[in-house]
């Protein structure tokens, strides 16, 4: 493939130390950007850039806000700013060393940067702060449709956590994070984005029974807000749609990613077809969001399968 080594190299350069001990006072240059290239860039929108100036602008005033600091954290990262944001969320831990919510973000940031092991340890420190305490809802920085907040603390702490371990190969921690009740207890959304990340991690370990009850509860009824793809691939794990239905929506989406790597990890399940399985992990790298959580599985099993030969 073409692009493969540009992935890899990204994964190496993400890890280069240094960068995440800058704090948030340092100034974070942007251009001013409103336009899309004739070769369809992705560039900032106007919106997003003044949300990020907007979060900037009330961090700076008021610098010792634990919400004031996440949500300049989140706007950068919305940016594509991951260094600048874990260097964010790194003052907020060293300001509010009892908040799961900056482990919990620079966490997230950490996997967008490949540093799985730092994730897992951000994740892990979260989850231990959270013992015991009340779970809160956390709002969306980019809300769907119908600007229903579908997760919550809790439960994007495990999530994350079981996603950094399977992009780890870790499959036994990544069931036991899944496993939590708070990834999967609010919404259908949260049913089916739940299971379908237990039912993959089950597969995986050979425990086809248990993943089959991880999407038992998945019908055609459900109400979907915003995790489609999630919903499609469980139906068709349980036999209710075919392989030819699971369509894809535009171009370069996340939900088009879900589609590519379940269907290349469904025929390493059943027919040990690690060619077909090849296929469809090097489509997904060639054309996919290149920070979509299937993105990176892909580029995980890819490596882990395929790097070397």
Known sequence: MKNLTYFFVLVCLACQPGKEKETAESEIDLPSIEAVTLLGDTLFTPSALDNFKNAKKVYESNPD?????????????????????????????????????MYRHRGHRYISTRQYDKA????????????????????????????I????LHGNIWYHLGLAYYLKNDMENALRAY??????????????????????????????????SAIEK???????????????????????????????????????????????NWYLYNNQDTARAKVEYEQLLENGNRFSFAYLAAESDYWRLFGDK
Not at 71 to 87: E, H, M, N, S
Not at 218 to 234: G, L
Request: proline share 3%; net charge negative; with cysteine.
């Open 65 to 101: 806000d634990a919400n004031a600091l996440i949500w300049y954290g989140r706007r950068t990262a919305y940016l594509g700013l991951f260094q600048d944001a874990i260097a964010i969320y790194t003052t907020g831990i060293e300001k509010f060393p009892e908040d799961a919510r």
């Open 120 to 147: 897992i340890a951000d994740f892990e420190k979260a989850a231990e702060l959270i013992e015991g305490s009340e779970d809160q809802i956390e709002p969306d920085g980019q809300p769907n449709d119908r600007n």
């Open 149 to 152: 907040p579908l997760s919550t």
């Open 179 to 212: 496993s939590n009740r708070t990834v999967t207890e609010r919404y259908d959304d949260n049913i089916v984005s739940g299971g379908h990340w237990l039912y993959m991690i089950q597969r995986r370990m050979g425990l086809d029974d248990e993943a089959d």
């Open 218 to 264: 998945v019908h055609e009824e459900m109400e979907i807000i915003e995790n489609t793809s999630y919903f499609k691939m469980c139906l068709f794990y349980n036999g209710l749609i075919s392989e030819e239905e699971l369509q894809p929506i535009g171009s370069n989406t996340s939900s088009n990613d879900v589609y590519a790597y379940s269907i290349g």
